[in-house]
């Protein structure tokens, strides 16, 4: 009888003790990791992202396309959000100041980069903040710089002609480590 008690006791220590070991890890709480030791002589280096760099602005106009080409030229890669839109003279504000831009033309497109910057590490400025006169385009007439500001870069294009109706926008597309603007020409 003595036997069968402690029998049934180790049964029940054992039960108690898997259920306290695999409630927890079952229920979203502590649960063993094996840990693989990091040997001394490989230092671990935390990747950082590459950001891209603006380096150079260009524009030309494509006669077949019906459209003027804004490239603004990245480095070492393209980043990976852009949009492009057109805005009324009201939105050309200066990112982090809020301030008005100066942008000549009739109508205007805001061109957003996230991820991207237009400086180097020294925060001076890799690609050229006003291009003006645009020459070689039928359409624009100055791509100025809007801000360069956490992370964000952003350029408004002033346009000789009108905006298109609302459902006609500038395309973005993506050429190696450069970002094509085109903009509609009549």
Same mark, same amino acid.
């Given at each position: 009888?003595?036997?069968?008690?402690? *029998?049934?006791?180790?049964?029940?220590?054992?039960?108690? !003790?898997?259920?306290?070991?695999?409630?927890?890890?079952? @229920?979203? !709480? =502590?649960?063993?990791?094996?840990?693989? =030791?990091? $040997?001394?002589?490989? %230092?671990?280096? =935390?990747?950082?992202?590459?950001?891209?760099?603006?380096t150079?602005?260009s524009?030309?106009?494509?006669? #077949?396309?019906?459209?003027?080409?804004? &490239? +603004?030229h990245?480095?070492? @890669?393209?980043?990976?959000?852009?949009?492009?839109?057109?805005?009324? @003279? #009201?939105?050309?504000?200066?990112?982090? #100041?809020?301030?008005?831009?100066a942008?000549?033309?009739? $109508?205007?497109?805001?061109?957003?980069?996230?991820?991207?910057?237009?400086?180097?590490?020294e925060g001076?400025?890799?690609?050229?903040?006003?291009? +003006? =006169?645009?020459? /070689?385009?039928?359409?624009?007439?100055?791509?100025?710089?809007? !801000?360069? +500001?956490?992370?964000?870069?952003?350029? +408004?294009?002033g346009?000789?002609? &009108?905006?298109?109706?609302?459902?006609?926008? %500038?395309?973005?597309?993506?050429? !190696?480590t #450069?970002?094509?603007? /085109? *903009?509609?020409?009549?």
């Open positions: 009888m003595r036997m069968a008690q402690r *029998i049934s006791g180790a049964i029940v220590a054992l039960v108690l !003790g898997l259920l306290v070991v695999a409630v927890p890890a079952r @229920a979203g !709480g =502590p649960t063993v990791t094996p840990v693989t =030791p990091v $040997s001394p002589a490989a %230092p671990v280096t =935390p990747v950082t992202p590459v950001t891209p760099v603006l150079r602005i524009a030309a106009h494509a006669a #077949s396309a019906r459209a003027d080409l804004v &490239r +603004f990245f480095q070492p @890669a393209a980043p990976s959000e852009v949009t492009a839109r057109y805005v009324p @003279a #009201s939105e050309l504000i200066q990112d982090g #100041s809020g301030l008005p831009v942008v000549r033309g009739r $109508s205007f497109v805001k061109v957003v980069f996230r991820n991207a910057a237009a400086h180097d590490e001076r400025a890799t690609a050229p903040r006003n291009l +003006f =006169p645009v020459r /070689a385009t039928t359409n624009v007439v100055q791509a100025r710089s809007g !801000g360069d +500001f956490e992370g964000v870069v952003t350029y +408004f294009i346009l000789r002609q &009108r905006a298109p109706g609302p459902q006609v926008q %500038p395309t973005v597309q993506y050429i !190696g #450069s970002v094509i603007v /085109a *903009i509609p020409t009549r």
